[in-house]
């Protein structure tokens, strides 16, 4: 998905991460969408 903005002028061009948290399906918003949280990868030396 993420790489379908890539042409767009969007915030969501420049996201380089795909790693996100479902936390509500379609129950959420009316049943008009999900709600994703975007998770950031721990830095290397938090390992």
Known sequence: MFKSFKGW???FASI???RV???AGD???DGKGEILVFMKSPPA???
């Open 45 to 47: 030396s938090a390992t």
């Open 21 to 23: 948290r479902r936390y």
């Open 9 to 11: 002028p969007s915030k």
């Open 16 to 18: 380089d991460s795909n």
């Open 27 to 29: 129950l959420a918003n």
